[in-house]
């Protein structure tokens, strides 16, 4: 099974600034067809997951640019440019090559 | 507008049976491969199981194996979870989700196994 680990857990930032979150596979999320399927969710406080990002970089209509995702084999990366307050919440890699697996989430708060 | 709306959760005793709907609109339905993806209460999130949009291929999560079937019904625009033999770490909000790379997700149907 494969294994994805994200870290931090948790990541305090203050409005306007920085933030990214890393995710590692253990194992290629490279498919036979040559993509690459990880995905980044968001899930804000009560409500049901939303995907922002699919296949490492690619971003769902309605997401701020402000989101991007980056990286390749087995190191990915969820960057948001400048966090504002509705940014508050878990954000989760999953990956889509071998079946479908989640990492632990990373909880996002304003500090 | 794509939409995905599950139904059929409650309060079951371990070892009881429960069958999940999840109704599909906005889209063709029978085009896309459909997933059950859980969350207990306070956790991250759990893939519970697949199925291909003609039903050929279907996954389970080792936790559900034996336990769990899915299945699919295309002239109704319909997913379903039949679970048996619940058990207390089965309870959690249970989400269908459209596709392999989970675009649109419901908005859950809680699923409480107590005694």
């Known amino acids: 099974d494969v294994v994805m680990t994200q870290s931090p857990l948790s990541l305090p930032v203050s409005l306007g600034q920085p933030a990214s979150i890393s995710c590692r596979s253990s194992?290629?999320?490279?498919?036979?067809?040559?993509?690459?399927?990880l995905s980044w969710f968001q899930q804000r406080p009560g409500q049901s997951p939303r995907r922002l990002i699919y296949?490492?970089?690619n971003r769902d209509s309605g997401v701020p640019d402000r989101f991007s995702g980056s990286g390749s084999g087995t190191d990915f990366t969820l960057k948001i440019s400048r966090v504002v307050a509705e940014d508050v919440g878990v954000y989760y890699c999953?990956?889509?090559?071998?079946?479908?697996?989640f990492g632990q989430g990373t909880r996002l708060e304003i500090k | 507008e794509v939409q995905v709306v599950e139904s059929g959760g409650g309060l079951v005793k371990p070892g009881e049976s429960l069958r999940l709907s999840c109704a599909a609109s906005?889209?063709?339905?029978?085009?896309?491969?459909m997933n059950w993806v859980r969350q207990a209460p306070g956790k991250g999130l759990e893939w519970v199981s697949s199925?291909?949009?003609?039903?050929?291929?279907?996954y389970y999560a080792d936790s559900v194996k034996g336990r769990f079937t899915i299945s699919r019904d295309n002239a109704k625009n319909s997913l379903y979870l039949q679970m048996n033999s619940l058990r207390a770490e089965d309870t959690a909000v249970y989400y269908c989700?459209?596709?392999?790379?989970?675009?649109?997700w419901g908005q859950g149907t809680l699923v409480t196994v107590s005694s």
């Open positions: 989700a459209r596709d392999g790379q989970l675009d649109y």
């Open positions: 906005g889209f063709s339905f029978n085009t896309y491969s």
């Open positions: 199925i291909s949009r003609d039903s050929n291929y279907i």
């Open positions: 194992q290629s999320l490279v498919y036979s067809d040559g993509n690459t399927y």
């Open positions: 296949k490492v970089s």
């Open positions: 999953m990956q889509g090559t071998h079946l479908i697996t």
